[in-house]
């Protein structure tokens, strides 16, 4: 670590001092030897050893969208069971003000980005292109749905759960 990178800092909670936390980002001030370093804690100078330090790396912020296709991308599947018979109407429409958009996702790669062999005779070559056309379903990046097996989620319980949706960090 060197002077002028952000680290952060394991610390005690304030409930219970035996544990630890991270807390920071906070600067490296000086090093004093390969093993401590002072840091600056919002304005108060304080010496900590290396193992109680760790380095932080801030993330590049990027507008990455579904729609650039030299960038990947992740996709976030998010689901929201509410049971309108046990709920107010009020709840009910606290719940879609906090519905996550997720991207669209839109292919990448199709059937016309697999190469043909070109030694290959023509009628053979049309043999392939209406097999690729027959499963065009298939080939493609975008994940899709099978009904070749299925599953039963068993309960412990029948009684409902209830929680709201929580936000996720989307990349769009």
């Known amino acids: ?36 370093y002072r840091i600056d804690m919002r304005g108060k100078l304080k010496m900590f050893h ?6 932080y790396v801030v993330r590049e912020q990027t507008n990455v969208c579904v729609s650039a296709p030299d960038h990947k991308v992740s996709f976030v599947a998010t689901v929201s069971v509410i049971d309108l018979e046990n709920e107010d109407t009020d709840d009910v429409d606290n719940y879609e003000s906090e519905l996550i958009e997720t991207p669209v996702a839109v292919a990448k ?31 493609t990046d975008i994940p899709g749905r099978t009904n070749v097996l299925q599953h039963d989620i068993k309960l412990t319980s029948d009684d409902p759960v209830r929680f709201k949706p929580y936000p996720y960090h989307m990349l769009c």
């Open 1 to 36: 670590m060197k002077v002028g990178q952000k680290v952060l800092v394991l610390l005690p909670t304030k409930a219970n001092k035996l544990l630890m936390h991270w807390k920071g980002p906070f600067s490296i001030v000086e090093k004093i030897s390969d093993l401590d």
């Open 50 to 55: 290396v193992n109680m330090l760790k380095l």
């Open 109 to 139: 790669e199709t059937l016309r980005d697999v190469h043909i062999n070109e030694a290959l005779k023509a009628n053979e070559t049309v043999k392939v292109q209406c097999l690729l056309d027959k499963f065009s379903h298939v080939l």
